[in-house]
């Protein structure tokens, strides 16, 4: 276990990382997983970063915040009660026998699906690489007749992620941005070793 620095924790609230070969949600190999559980045990140390983020999605005038769970939905509830916006999230889906990059569904429970018709909604997660909770809350959110206007983090890694929500094109609105290895299986170069292939998909 090793402690990665962001530039935008101080010092002592770096978050814990492991290396090693793991299978994200989205179907991406990479070497890296950051431990997130305890990003929001303590509010107070995360206070300026929701506040920072909040400035920054004031300017899109969403009327609610949404997010996946865990992380996400965390982030998006603070962030709601900062904007004076109305919260919603989104929870996994069974999972699919189709294999494949983005296979991962989201869903709106029942009373929030039709609560949240009409809505102009911020999608947030805590970090985003790929994007893949994100990319299926979004699915979710339209298909409840209401319009995801911009995608907020308080981190981005790598650029996978960047460069899909600029194709929509989705605005994203971010605190920093730290370089990630994200291979798909077929040109993973840890799969040519013996390193054992982690899959975090449901961590």
Request: charged share 15%; hydrophobic share 45%; proline share 5%.
């Amino acid at each position: 276990m090793m402690n990665l620095e962001f530039g935008i924790w101080n010092s002592s609230a770096t978050l814990p990382a492991r290396s090693g070969h793991f299978l994200l949600e989205s179907g991406y190999h990479t070497d890296l997983w950051l431990t997130l559980d305890a990003l929001f045990v303590e509010p107070a140390g995360t206070a300026p970063l929701v506040a920072a983020l909040a400035d920054k999605l004031r300017a899109h005038a969403v009327t609610a915040v949404c997010g996946p769970l865990l992380g996400g939905a965390f982030l998006a509830q603070t962030l709601a009660g900062t904007l004076g916006a109305r919260f919603y999230y989104t929870e996994p889906a069974p999972e699919s026998a189709v294999s494949g990059l983005f296979t991962a569904a989201y869903r709106l429970p029942a009373e929030q699906r039709r609560r949240i018709r009409g809505e102009r909604v911020a999608v947030v997660d805590d970090l985003i690489s790929a994007g893949s909770s994100v990319r299926a809350t979004i699915a979710a959110i339209a298909a409840a007749d209401a319009s995801a206007i911009v995608v907020g983090t308080l981190f981005v890694l790598g650029d996978e992620g960047l460069s899909h929500f600029a194709s929509q094109p989705m605005p994203v609105e971010t605190l920093g941005q730290r370089a990630f290895n994200l291979w798909t299986p077929a040109e993973c170069p840890l799969c040519r070793t013996d390193l054992r292939l982690e899959d975090l998909r449901s961590a």
